[in-house]
């Protein structure tokens, strides 16, 4: 896919940023758009010298949810079908869902405005949650009797409570930075103007850091979530085989000795 239409895909200094570019619309997902997402985070999965990736919004939103006004650019082969709707979702956000929970390297949601409804689900399917001070972020579907079916059922009741993430989506309510923080939907909040520089700061750290290490170290966490103990600890055990005899180990420890900043090339 050589030119995006809703998207802005950018790789810089070990980073890749992807910018939801439907500002119109509240950057509200399409079929076009979760395609191109998929595509953006396929390339920078595969793409060694990428570290670290940035998912932001252009205008006003970081991304209002799906576009329940516009008809797909892409037809969906499903359309007519009786499981329509079902098929659909597994065809589009529900993949996209996967892949963010699945990517092994670090990600950073830069929540500039509204995360609402699917919008919040892609949020939180990255591994941290920086927002502007303006953002809001919730869940509305039920204003439309809609439901959580992005992801949302599952993901809401395991950062907020089940009981928090019941009020939010029955009460279809939106938060403040501020207050989303306290409720566990955030990881930092900073002033709007600081957003961006805050995030590529976040991801720069984690670019410096051991690759290898870093990607093992979150699939193991993202894994063991739903382990007992003993099987938690039996898979960070085989885990060390991957890690543990690496040059990045190597020069982890004579950093620490020679008193100087190690410099870690995921070998």
Known sequence: MSEYQQIIY???????????????KLNAY?????????HALADARDDEQIR?????GTGRGFCSGGDIGTDFQYPSRYRGH???????????MDQLVTFLQRFDKPTIAAVNGAAVAGGLTLALSCDFRIAAEGARLGDTALKFALIPDEGGAYLFPR????????????????????????????????????LMQTARKWAERLADGPPLAIRITKRMMYKQLTMNLENALEDAALSTIAVNYTADVKEGIVAFHEKRKPNFQGR
Do not use: C, Q, W
């Open 30 to 38: 399409s079929e076009v758009m979760v395609h191109e997402i998929l």
């Open 52 to 56: 670290a990736v940035i998912l932001t």
């Open 159 to 194: 950062f907020m409570g089940l009981e928090r993430a019941l009020k939010m989506s029955l009460f279809s309510e939106i938060y403040p930075a501020r207050e989303a923080k306290e409720l566990g939907l955030v990881t930092e909040v900073v002033p709007d103007a600081e």
């Open 10 to 24: 950018a790789k810089e200094n070990r980073l890749a940023t992807i910018t939801f570019n439907r500002p119109a």
């Open 82 to 92: 009786r499981l329509e709707s079902m098929l659909e979702m597994r065809e589009n």
